[in-house]
């Protein structure tokens, strides 16, 4: 039996309109284009502070992009102050005559390491003398090396000597701020935002939320809060990542890129500090003179610079983890006199203490503090072994000094008791350490 | 028309034949074997590349040949047929034959990476798979996971080379999947189940570890590496980083 032909179900013009319309919507795919110009943009309270005087708005904006350039150029309007610090923060690999540089020989031995791995296809072509190709194979990773490489290539055929200094070029190569804010688009924008605002376009779809730089405050650092943190600690936090929120770890980038990357992060939060005194001032005064702008990032930059004045470090072997002492660090985390820890972070350190949360008027728990950026803020969760700022003994042990700035957690080390005495002595709170390190351990999956 | 499509059959069968022939020659392939039985999987992988390759042929020249034999565009109607038994039983038999014999081919590959992966001693370390990032927890001077000075490390993974290393994987929050393609182990990593995998890798070097669970938005950069040392220098790297979980912060000091 032969089956009957049913009926059309599809006419063929419309088939065709189909594949018209498909074949049209496919067009639009794989055009590669080019990534329109970024500028950086003034923040919500800026533009609310100054709804009815565009002017200010207007001199706030000017000054900005004159101190610290747009994301294709950026950089530190020069001023006079950089010299007489002997540091050039747009060039920190490179100290100014008379200066001390920022980065010390053990960090430039690393970079240089760093680059012989990242450059190691451009070091061979240069060895062969193929300056032309060496520049096309650091053009992706570095288009300022390349172009450097490109100048010299321009020169026709090369003499050793500038073969030799070529390769010296590439070694000790160091990201500008153009090639790093580069990679901040690629590879940190999408979560931090073009100002560095915390509030990138994917920021909306995470909890919590991306780091807003723009209030210079930076939560896991070696250093004493609220100071500003110093180049190693934002270096520390792309190389670990932060366990438990959406921050990976960088390492897939070399070391010489993610300390370019923490340059570019310093601009940018210094540009959104200087951009809140500013309009601090603005709303003070009544009015910003032509040096307002060149004071106020004088005087953060002052706060940056003196990052590196107190780290947060204990002289003497670390007190190993006895059982004598964790018995020691419960008690102390318990002892609302003294650690007084269980307050906030609850009885078995699940984060559920009565100090960090009210009742609001319809009897629900909500968290009792915002932090600094206005987020409801809850105490860690000892047990699940997530240290953000790590997981070494150090690390616990800052975070219990030094306290974690623009939150509630209060730094132990300057807690003193109703006699002037400190209330922990450095002992008790190394026990404090191993025993939350002792809680982290029994829950971890 | 007939003889367009049989020739856009026949274009399919040489694009596939020839993308395969060139591929290795041009570094489109797998990277080379590292691991002790990263051959077995290779000759496997090979033997059922043959087998699919030449049904692939058969199958798609069959079809070619059908266009051909009987395009519409022939005169009469086409003969309706209902099936033939002896055809039928004879493709349902080669087939199964071939799995079957697929099936057995591959017991002591299978056997080797996937039950025997408990026996192999105690893990190394443990894999923390976490949206999204690799970090391995590596035993303290105790020389025991699970106390209170283990150590944690993001993104590289250091073993001994030449040795069969166990490790335990672990995921905080969804399913991951623990994929080395130089060792030919895929190995997913399911929250709330702790299971073992093992590997020995030949040679030292370093060789890349990826995600292939889509594990969310960040999965893309769920990227790690293995990174295998001869056994002095694999000693000498966990002592020093054992070392620096007792660090005092003093080197931070300018």
Known sequence: MHPKPGPRTRSPRGTRVAAAVLLLALAGCGIDAPPAPMSYGLSASTID???????????????????????????????????????????????????????????????????????????????????????????????????????????????????????????????TLRESA???????????????????????????????????????????????????????????????????????????????????????????????????????????????????????????????????????????????????????????????????????????????????????????????????????????????????????????????????????????????????????????????????????? | MRWAAALLFIALVAAGVWSFAVAPARGWWMPASASSFGGDVDRLFGAILWVIGVSFVVVVGALAWLVVRGGASREGRARFVHGDKRWEIGWTVAIAAVLVAIAFAQLSTWNTIQAERGRNGAPAAVVIAEQFAWRFRYPGADGKLETDDDFVVPYRLVVPAGERVVLELRSRDVIHGFFVPAFRLKQDVVPGTPLTTWFEAREPGEYDLLCTQLCGFGHYQMTGKIRVLPRAEYEAWLSEAQRSLASNGTEDRR
């Open chain 1, 49 to 175: 502070a100054t709804r009815d005087a565009p002017a200010v708005r207007k001199q706030v904006d000017d000054e900005l992009a004159r101190l610290f350039g747009t994301p294709q150029a950026p950089g530190f309007g020069t001023d006079a102050t950089w010299t007489d610090l002997g540091i050039d923060p747009n060039h920190p690999e490179r100290p100014p005559p008379g200066g001390s540089g920022e980065l010390d020989q053990r960090q430039l031995e690393t970079f240089l390491a760093a680059n012989r791995d990242e450059y190691r296809k451009v070091l061979d072509r240069i060895a062969d003398g193929e300056l032309a190709d060496a520049a096309d194979a650091a053009r992706r990773r570095s288009p300022d090396l390349a172009m450097r490489i490109d100048e010299v290539a321009a020169r026709g055929t090369p003499d050793p000597r500038l073969v030799s200094a070529v390769q010296t070029t590439t070694e000790t190569w160091y990201p």
């Open chain 1, 182 to 445: 580069e990679l901040y688009r690629q590879e940190c924008l999408q979560c931090h935002g073009v100002e560095g605002g915390g509030d990138g376009p994917m920021s909306g779809y995470l909890v919590p939320k991306p780091r807003d730089f723009r209030l210079g405050i930076f939560k896991y650092t070696a250093v004493q809060g609220p100071s500003r943190p110093r180049r190693e600690d934002v270096v520390r936090t792309l190389e670990q990542g932060i366990p438990g929120t959406s921050m990976p770890n960088y390492q897939r980038l070399s070391a010489t890129q993610r300390s370019g990357l923490a340059d570019y992060v310093r601009l940018i939060a210094i540009r959104g500090e200087v951009e809140r005194a500013l309009v601090a001032r603005w709303l003070e005064e009544d009015e910003l003179g032509p040096d307002a702008a060149s004071e106020e990032l004088a005087s953060v930059w002052e706060k940056w610079r003196r990052a590196g004045e107190k780290v947060v470090a204990f002289d003497g072997p670390v007190p190993e983890s006895t059982p004598a002492r964790i018995a020691r660090g419960n008690a102390l985390f318990h002892d609302p006199l003294r650690g007084n820890c269980a307050s906030c972070h609850g009885v078995d350190g699940a984060g559920d203490g009565p100090a960090a949360y009210k009742i609001d008027v319809r009897g629900k728990k909500q968290p009792a503090y915002v932090d600094a950026w206005g987020a409801p803020i809850v105490p860690r969760d000892l047990r699940q072994g997530l240290f953000r700022g790590g997981s070494r003994p150090i690390d616990v042990y800052r975070r219990i000094v030094a306290g974690i700035p623009g939150g509630p957690m209060p730094a132990m080390g300057e807690a003193k008791d109703a006699d002037g005495k400190p209330l922990l002595s450095d002992d008790d709170v190394w026990c404090l350490v191993h025993y939350v390190r002792h809680v982290a351990r029994a829950q971890e999956p």
